[in-house]
């Protein structure tokens, strides 16, 4: 683990208690959290984003419909998820990524090899991995580097549960059709069953 990492410990301190831990990265204006957390008080959840002004909307949401479950790391995702315990999260979330859609942005998109495998190794075994977007190139994209996780097994699911965010409402402005993604980590040594 780096010198930096964060344990379980950080977790029970910042949130009072122990709980399953949920993370999404990019919450953007927070809607999606927001409705998890109120949802699912028994988790602790935690929103990654460098967007300052979403925060405010995801506090003001937490504050208007008392939830008191929801963390903000004002920090950069990846950098983030190599920081956390393996076999921490309980789900991982990314709902619609900034696609990057020219062929030389390709290497900023988020969801590559690198980060289907830090995101493998931070969840717990049958913790579920949920990805959303509305940009087809990069849903093929997320699917190749996620089936190529060994200790990952998934593919297009049922919509998440998840409000229409902004971005969704864009997306499908456009006729673009949303793909939703799941896959659940399973015990490392058993092969995947491929879709
Ligand atoms: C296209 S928006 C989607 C927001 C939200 N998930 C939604 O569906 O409305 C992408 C979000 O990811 C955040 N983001 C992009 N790259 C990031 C990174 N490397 N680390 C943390 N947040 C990031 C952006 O700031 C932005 O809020």
Request: net charge neutral; glycine share 8%.
């Amino acid at each position: 683990m780096p010198p930096d990492a964060i344990g379980s410990a950080f977790w029970t301190d910042a949130f009072g208690r122990s709980a399953p831990l949920v993370v999404e990265v990019g919450f953007g204006n927070g809607a999606a959290l927001a409705e998890l957390a109120k949802t699912h008080p028994d988790w602790n959840c935690v929103g990654v984003d460098v967007y300052r002004p979403g925060f405010g909307a995801l506090m003001l949401a937490c504050d208007r419909d008392g939830i008191d479950n929801v963390r903000i790391a004002d920090t950069e995702a990846r950098c983030f998820l190599h920081r956390l315990e393996p076999g921490c999260l309980h789900r991982l979330l990314v709902f619609f990524p900034d696609p990057w859609p020219k062929k030389r942005h390709h290497r900023r998109r988020l969801v590559d090899a690198d980060f289907a495998t830090v995101a493998a190794q931070r969840l717990e075994v049958d913790g579920a991995f949920a990805l959303a977007t509305d940009w087809p190139p990069y849903a093929e994209q997320m699917q190749a580097v996620l089936d190529a996780e060994p200790d990952l097994q998934g593919g297009p699911a049922a919509r998440a549960m998840r409000p229409v965010t902004p971005f969704e409402v864009k997306g499908l402005a456009g006729g673009r059709p949303v793909v939703d993604l799941e896959y659940r980590r399973i015990p490392t040594g058993i092969a995947p069953r491929r879709r």
